[in-house]
């Protein structure tokens, strides 16, 4: 959603995303939504802040490893992959700051076209969030080929 780069393995779907922290809620929970087309939910999640764990800084920057898989097909129907390789980068942020808590993750199953429902969901995860966070996507320097 941040990112939304090819080069890294992060497709570009174009989606509408509510996500506010800054709106009032007396539960203190953050909620998100992920909507395509605008205001057809596929996804929903709620974020419930329980530790501040600081600030970020230019100087003390936060980096996040990532791994995405970039995969382009074949111009031939049924022929095999062009590209399918796991890309890492990561994402460094210079300022704002992180919070942790628990997240809840809900797939509406609202549309065959966008599947996300289909993805199993295991349980609660232990979640961050950034708040008024600026960040930087480091440019990946190899590669690693994936085969099935």
Not at 11 to 24: A, S, V
Not at 43 to 72: D, N
Request: glycine residues 12%; proline residues 7%.
């Amino acid at each position: 959603m941040l990112a939304g780069r090819e080069r890294e393995g992060y497709p570009k779907l174009l989606g509408d995303i509510e996500f506010d922290m800054n709106q009032p809620n007396v539960y203190g929970l953050i909620t998100a939504r992920l909507s395509r087309p605008a205001g057809f939910v596929l996804a929903q999640g709620i974020f419930r802040p329980s530790e501040f764990l600081g600030e970020i800084t230019e100087e003390k920057p936060t980096v996040i490893k990532t791994l995405g898989l970039r995969v382009v097909g074949s111009a031939a129907p049924g022929g095999p992959l062009s590209v399918c390789e796991f890309v890492p980068s990561a994402l460094e942020f210079i300022g704002g700051e992180i919070w942790s808590g628990e997240g809840s993750l809900l797939f509406t199953g609202a549309s065959e076209f966008s599947a996300l429902h289909r993805l199993p969901i295991v349980g609660n995860v232990e979640a961050t969030t950034f708040y008024n966070s600026s960040f930087r996507l480091r440019r990946p320097t190899e590669t690693y080929p994936f085969s099935a």
